[in-house]
C-alpha cells in the first residue's frame, strides 16, 4: 500500500519483527543500542532496504555479521531522512533478511521527552516518555514507519529507573550498580506509531483483574480510584466487539507536559493527568483509549489519509459503550459536545480547506501532525452514525461494527475496503432493501468534501436543554444589571459535562460584557473549577470577551499542563485577545521547554513564531 508519509520502500519489503536492545541514558538524554529488523522481500530482485529514520545517529548497519553499506539522505522537512541500506546482492521474493543497525537518539528526536526531577510530581528523578503517533517512531528507531506494515515486536531495555512499554513485561534482570534490564514482548502485530516507553520513579496499583495503573507514587492513590471503572469499560467492549486481544490493560498516568488526553499504546495507555479530577467526572477518555484496542490498534489505517477509520470508529465505539452503561441519551449528550468540537475544528481550518476532509490527501508529503483535529474523530463518528441510522438503527448497525473487527483484525485497511465490505456484509444479511438505502447516502460528499457533514444529525437535546435554556437567560441579560433571576442554584445539580455545555453554548454567542461575566463567576465559581474541560471553556469564554482579570488563570494552566486540547485554543486566544499577544509569546518562549516537543512545534505556529 502507498503511504504518502514514508520513505521506506514498502512495495518491496515488509518489516515481520523488531527487536529493541536499549540504554537510557538519563544524563546525555539519549537512548542508544541497536535494532534488529526481520525483514521479508515481497517481489523479486530486491537490491536495496529504504527505512524512515529522523534525526538519529547510526553508527553501523550489518546483515549477519558482516558490515552492509548505508546512506542516510537529506532531510525532507516533515518527513525525515530515507536511510539506503545496500544489500550484499539482489533477494528474490520470500526470502528472509535480519539486519542489525546500531545506533543513538540524538537532542532532535521528537519521539522522546525526556523531563528534569522538576518537571514530575515526586521532583526526585528525571522521567522519559515517548510519543510515536504520527510518524515519530523514525526518531528513535530506524523503521518502516508506516501504519501499513504491522509487526511483533521484543526489547530488552536497561534503566538506572523502571521501563515500562507497549508490550507484557516477561522479566527483570539485576545488573547490580544500580541498573536494571527490563525484557518485553508484544506478540500481536500492531503498527510503529504504537511503540512506545517510559521510564522513571513508577509504582503500580491493581485496579482490575487485567489491569493496573502505573504513575509516580505521589499520584497512584488518587489514580487508581480515579481509574477503577476500568474492567467495566473492557468488558463492555468485549461484549459489543470481540474479545480483547491484549493480555493486559494496564494504564500510565504520565506528567504534565503529555501532549494529548490519551495514546492507546497496547497494554498500556498513555494518559493526561489532568483525567485525574477527583471526581471520575473524566475517565468517559479510558472508554475511548479502550475502544481503540479493536479499532486502530487491532483494524489499522492504511496510511494517514485514512486516519478516521481509527478514530471515527473508536468514538463510534466509545459512545456505544457509554450508551451501554449510561443509557442512549448519555451518547447523544456526548454527539452534542462532539459536534460543537468539529464545528470549532471546521472554522479553524476555513470551510473549504483540504483539512476539513474525512479523507485528506496528504499526497504533497505535509507532516500528519499539520492536520490533527478532531475531524477525524467526530466527522467520521457521525458518518457512522448517520450509517447507522439510514439501515435502521443500532439493533441492525451493531453486528456489523463486530463482523468488521472478525474481518479485518490485524490488517490495515483503506477506506475503500471498508466501504466494499459494508456493502458485501449488509447484502448479505440484509438483502437489496438495506443495500438501496445505503445507496441513498453521498458518500463522496461525506468522504472527499470539506467543510461540516453533508447531513445534519438531529442529536436527541434533553440533557442539554437546561444548558440551553439557562445560556439563553445569560444572553438575554447582557444589557442588564439586575441578575437577581440567577443563583448559584441554577447550576448545582449540573454534571461536570453539563457545565461544558452550557459553557460551549456561550461561546457561540456574541462575546459577553465584563460584568456579566464577572456576576456569572460570583454566583457560580466558575474560575474557581478544576475539572479541565470546564475550566478551559470558562477560560475560553472570558477570552473572547477580552475579560483581563482571567489572563493570570489562564497562564497558569497552560503551564500546568501540556495538553494540546487545552493550550493550542488557550495560546491562540490569548494571542488574540486585548494585550495578550506579548503575554503568550512570553509565556511560551519561557516555559518552552515544558512542552513536548509536537506540541511545542505547534504552538509556535499558532503564536507566530514559527511558520
Known amino acids: 500500500m502507498n503511504d504518502p508519509s514514508s520513505l521506506s520502500n514498502l512495495h518491496e519489503i515488509k518489516t515481520t519483527h523488531l527487536h529493541l536492545d536499549w540504554s537510557i541514558n538519563f544524563e546525555e538524554r539519549k537512548i542508544a543500542g541497536f535494532v534488529l529488523l526481520d525483514l521479508v522481500a515481497i517481489k523479486n530482485d530486491v537490491t536495496r532496504v529504504v527505512l524512515d529514520t529522523s534525526y538519529l545517529d547510526i553508527t553501523r548497519v550489518s546483515l549477519d555479521g558482516g558490515d552492509l553499506k548505508f546512506n542516510v539522505a537529506e532531510r ?52 522519559l516518555f515517548s510519543q510515536c503517533q504520527a510518524i515519530h517512531a523514525r526518531s528513535f528507531v530506524p523503521c518502516q514507519d508506516s501504519p501499513g506494515i504491522k509487526i511483533t515486536y521484543s526489547a530488552a531495555v536497561t534503566s538506572p529507573l523502571r521501563v515500562v512499554m507497549s508490550a507484557l513485561n516477561i522479566a527483570d534482570e539485576d545488573l547490580g550498580n544500580g541498573l536494571k534490564t527490563y525484557h518485553f514482548i508484544q506478540k500481536t502485530t500492531m503498527p510503529s506509531y504504537l511503540l512506545a516507553i517510559a521510564a522513571g520513579n513508577l509504582v503500580s496499583r491493581e485496579i482490575g483483574p487485567r489491569s493496573s495503573v502505573w504513575c ?37 498516568v504520565l506528567p504534565p507536559s503529555f501532549p494529548y488526553g490519551g495514546m492507546e499504546n497496547p497494554c498500556l495507555t498513555f494518559v493526561t493527568p489532568t ?26 489505517t492504511g496510511n494517514w489519509e485514512h486516519f478516521w477509520l481509527n478514530e471515527g ?11 451501554h452503561l449510561h443509557g442512549e441519551l448519555e451518547r447523544q449528550f456526548s454527539s452534542i459536545i462532539g459536534w460543537k468540537a468539529l464545528k470549532e475544528s471546521v472554522d479553524l481550518f476555513g470551510n473549504d480547506s483540504p483539512a476539513t476532509a474525512l479523507k485528506p490527501d496528504l499526497s504533497s508529503g505535509i507532516d500528519p501532525d499539520d492536520y490533527f483535529s478532531s475531524i477525524p474523530y467526530e466527522k467520521g463518528f457521525n458518518f457512522l ?36 465490505f459494508l456493502f458485501e456484509y449488509f447484502e448479505k444479511h440484509h438483502g437489496k432493501e438495506v443495500v438501496e438505502k445505503l445507496n441513498t447516502i453521498d458518500f463522496d460528499a461525506w468522504i472527499n468534501g470539506t467543510g461540516m ?24 441579560a447582557r444589557d442588564s444589571t439586575d441578575f437577581a433571576d440567577f443563583s448559584p442554584s441554577d447550576i448545582e445539580n449540573f454534571t461536570s459535562n453539563q457545565k461544558l455545555v452550557l459553557l460551549e453554548r456561550m461561546t ?84 518552552k521547554a515544558f512542552y513536548h516537543p509536537i506540541a511545542a512545534q505547534l504552538i509556535e505556529k499558532d503564536i507566530g513564531l514559527a511558520e
Open 76 to 127: 525532507h522537512k516533515a518527513l525525515g531522512s530515507a536511510m539506503t541500506i545496500e544489500l550484499p546482492g539482489p533477494v528474490a521474493k520470500d526470502t528472509k533478511l535480519q539486519i542489525k543497525v546500531e545506533y543513538s537518539t540524538t537532542e532532535k528526536c521528537t519521539a522522546v521527552q525526556f523531563l528534569e526531577p522538576e518537571q514530575t510530581l515526586g521532583k526526585k528523578h528525571p522521567y
Open 216 to 252: 509516580e507514587p505521589e499520584m497512584v492513590d488518587a489514580a487508581a480510584w480515579e481509574f477503577e471503572s476500568t474492567e467495566t469499560f473492557i468488558a463492555t467492549g468485549e461484549k459489543l466487539l470481540t474479545p480483547y486481544e491484549w493480555g493486559r490493560y494496564d494504564l500510565l
Open 275 to 300: 483525567l485525574v479530577t477527583g471526581d471520575r467526572s473524566a475517565v468517559d477518555v479510558i472508554a475511548h483509549e479502550i475502544a481503540h484496542s479493536w479499532m486502530g490498534n487491532l483494524v489499522t
Open 313 to 323: 470508529w473508536t468514538v463510534f465505539i466509545e459512545r456505544k459503550i457509554l450508551a
Open 385 to 420: 452514525y448517520h450509517i447507522e441510522k439510514v439501515v435502521g438503527g443500532p439493533t441492525v448497525f451493531e453486528p456489523f461494527m463486530k463482523a468488521h473487527v472478525e474481518r479485518f483484525a490485524s490488517q490495515s485497511i483503506t477506506t475503500e475496503e471498508w466501504k466494499s
Open 453 to 476: 457533514p453533508p447531513v445534519d444529525p438531529k442529536f436527541d437535546t434533553t440533557l442539554a436543554d437546561q444548558c440551553y435554556s439557562l445560556a439563553k437567560r445569560w444572553d438575554e
Open 508 to 591: 457561540d454567542l456574541e462575546p459577553f460584557p465584563h460584568h456579566v461575566l464577572a456576576k456569572m463567576d460570583e454566583l457560580y465559581k466558575m474560575t474557581a473549577i478544576r475539572n479541565s474541560d470546564v475550566r478551559f471553556r470558562w477560560q475560553h469564554l472570558c477570552l473572547m470577551a477580552n475579560y483581563k482579570p482571567i489572563y493570570p488563570h489562564v497562564l497558569e494552566f497552560v503551564v500546568e499542563q501540556g495538553r494540546m486540547k487545552f493550550v493550542r485554543p488557550l495560546y491562540r486566544l490569548l494571542y488574540k485577545a486585548d494585550g495578550g499577544a506579548d503575554l503568550a509569546r512570553e509565556t511560551f518562549i519561557k516555559h
